[in-house]
């Protein structure tokens, strides 16, 4: 995933138009210029320059498709805590590399607190549930101990940011 190219400290200045254009295309990334050029109230050039600046600046990080899971035959979602044994720099970069590496780990964020990590993946059945856990978490370096929470029910799920 491409990083921002500003921090935290220097935030991108968003005007009430660049608000405006990124709540448009985080409901719909696809939208044509000319439509989103009109639900802003803008002329298409000036609206495309708005988007390109918006992409060049990072405030854009990428376009992408959301599938739904379930489509694909993985309607299990688990969020799992993962300790590993030692938290020194080789380890973690070690483990960090695995994860990266895994196709199946959907997310992966180094949390403070008692845990180390928090990883989201999806799964078919208790069968592919377990061969995740047994051939894939379990075999990741340094990892000491997880503790896994299998979603019942997703009661809100957005990529929209507040903006």
Same mark, same amino acid.
């Given at each position: 995933?491409?990083?921002?190219? *500003?921090?935290?400290?220097?935030?991108?200045?968003?005007?009430?138009?660049?608000?405006?254009?990124?709540?448009?295309?985080?409901?719909?990334? #696809?939208?044509?210029?000319?439509?989103?050029?009109?639900?802003?109230?803008?002329?298409?050039?000036?609206?495309?320059? #708005?988007?390109?600046?918006?992409?060049?600046?990072? @405030?854009?990080?990428? =376009?992408?498709?959301?599938?739904?899971? #379930?489509?694909?035959?993985?309607?299990?979602?688990?969020?799992?805590?993962?300790?590993?044994?030692?938290?020194?720099?080789?380890?973690?970069?070690?483990?960090?590399?695995?994860?990266?590496?895994?196709?199946?780990?959907?997310?992966?964020? =180094? @949390?403070?607190?008692?845990?180390?990590?928090?990883?989201?993946?999806? =799964?078919?059945?208790?069968?592919?549930?377990? #061969? *995740?856990?047994?051939?894939?978490?379990?075999?990741?370096?340094?990892?000491?101990?997880?503790?896994?929470?299998?979603?019942?029910?997703?009661?809100?799920?957005?990529?929209?940011?507040?903006?």
């Amino acid at each position: 995933m491409p990083v921002s190219r *500003f921090d935290a400290k220097s935030r991108a200045p968003l005007d009430v138009t660049d608000r405006s254009i990124l709540r448009e295309l985080q409901i719909d990334g #696809r939208v044509s210029n000319l439509a989103l050029a009109q639900r802003v109230h803008l002329s298409p050039s000036a609206c495309l320059r #708005r988007v390109k600046q918006l992409e060049d600046s990072g @405030v854009i990080a990428r =376009y992408v498709a959301l599938v739904d899971p #379930r489509a694909v035959g993985q309607p299990g979602t688990s969020y799992t805590i993962v300790n590993l044994e030692r938290l020194t720099t080789p380890a973690i970069e070690a483990f960090e590399r695995a994860v990266q590496a895994e196709p199946s780990i959907l997310d992966c964020f =180094y @949390v403070a607190g008692t845990n180390d990590y928090l990883i989201r993946f999806t =799964y078919n059945d208790a069968a592919d549930l377990e #061969r *995740f856990h047994t051939d894939v978490l379990m075999r990741l370096p340094g990892v000491l101990r997880s503790n896994s929470m299998l979603v019942l029910r997703t009661v809100k799920k957005t990529t929209a940011l507040d903006v």
